[in-house]
């Protein structure tokens, strides 16, 4: 097993208490076995396996808001349903979804869009930003 030394800052702590909050999830509990990161379909495509996003959170690392794989994550569930400690990570990747939208950055800009970037763009961006511009 897999030890964490967390990071004891207040905005460490208050990052990882609301990815935490929204998730509902004890992130805490990931003791890094990378039984999600071997099912995802999607681990080939991301800068950042799921296991590795659950340990960046873990020690309050916000730096994790900037890697590709919570918006190339498709929800498929492979990842919860694999994890032994019964933690949501399909959740997990929603909250951080979440935390980046609420911040107002705009990563998606739907009129600026050419044909091409339509074909390439994985499909939980544009979920993401309609339900950015709809709230």
Sequence with gaps: MAFVKLTKSKKNIQFR???????GNAVIKCYQCGECSGGCPEAGAMDLLPNQVMHKIQLGD??????????????????????????????????????????KQSYLTLDSLEEDDLKEIP??????SFKKQTQ
Excluded at 17 to 23: N, P, Q, R, S
Excluded at 78 to 85: G, L, Q, W
């Design 62 to 103: 916000e730096s994790v808001l900037h890697a590709n794989t919570f918006w190339i994550c498709s929800t498929c569930l492979v990842c919860s349903t694999r994890c032994p400690k019964g933690i949501d990570i399909a959740k997990v990747m929603e909250a951080l979804r979440e935390i980046v939208l609420r911040s």
């Design 17 to 23: 208490e609301k990815v935490i909050e929204l998730a």
């Design 123 to 128: 499909q939980i961006a544009f979920v993401s």
